[in-house]
């Protein structure tokens, strides 16, 4: 038999305005759903979630946090990636030796996404290029972070964890009513969808549209059970019509 062991993820996020989950917050404050959310997705995937304390926006706060998160196999950080004045992550990472992959990605919601990898030190303190240990960097926004996730963080935690099928999870579906407005033409979008699953043999499942209003509404997120593939040059569907969803 061939035995893995789970990954263990770190999970890191981001922001001043951040509090626990179980607190009440402040004006211009928000709770940390993230964190609760990738871990569930983190353990779902087959790896072993390690939540970090919320990092500040600050240098010192996010060069320490990265410190300690580089002993996990695999880093999420979630939050300050887009290109705002607090958005700080890639700096930080910039200063820890990471080598980028890519920063950015075609899709609506995720369009930030940061992937690359890390140099590991060792007791010494002196970095090594060969030993790398990878992160992703996900939008701060809960549906961004679950999109980016299942599409891209998902497939690495599977292979780390020894499975043979590593690829994002897609079904075919019959659109249950017309969906006009599906957002910003030009990039291939994610939207929150529930569907449907036939339970007679070879009967395709229904899937219609989620009400919802941009990639921070959880609401939305937790009355979908999946998403609706938008292709980049589509604008509309009509009823009846097959599309593709992405499964959780």
């Not at 999970?11 to 993230?34: C, F, K, M």
């Not at 410190?67 to 700080?88: M, P």
């Not at 369009?111 to 992160?135: H, I, M, W, Y």
Request: with cysteine.
């Amino acid at each position: 038999l061939e035995v893995f062991v789970r990954p263990r993820v770190a999970i890191l996020t981001t922001g001043d305005e951040l509090v626990p989950i179980e607190s009440a917050h402040a004006p211009g404050q928000i709770r940390n759903s993230n964190a609760p959310m990738l871990a569930a997705m983190v353990a779902a995937a087959g790896g072993e979630p390690w939540v970090l304390p919320t990092a500040a926006d600050n240098a010192e706060a996010l060069d320490a946090a990265l410190a300690e998160a580089v002993k996990a196999d695999l880093l999420i950080i979630t939050g300050g990636v887009s290109a705002g004045k607090f958005d700080l992550v890639e700096p930080a990472l910039a200063r820890a030796g990471a080598r980028f992959h890519f920063t950015g990605v075609r899709i609506q919601p995720g369009k930030p996404l940061v992937f690359g990898e890390l140099p590991v030190r060792n007791a010494r303190g002196v970095q090594s290029q060969k030993d790398t240990k990878c992160f992703f960097g996900l939008p701060g926004n809960p549906v961004s972070s679950a999109v980016t996730f299942l599409l891209f963080a998902a497939p690495l935690l599977a292979a780390l964890a020894g499975r043979r099928e590593c690829s994002p999870r897609f079904a075919l579906a019959r659109l249950a009513a017309k969906a006009g407005k599906l957002g910003k033409a030009g990039l291939t979008r994610f939207l929150p969808a529930r569907c449907t699953f036939g339970s007679g043999w070879g009967e395709i499942p229904e899937v219609e549209l989620v009400s919802w209003h941009g990639s921070g509404d959880l609401a939305a997120l937790a009355r979908s059970n999946c998403f609706l593939v938008v292709p980049e040059d589509a604008h509309d569907f009509d009823a009846g019509t097959i599309v593709r969803i992405l499964l959780p």
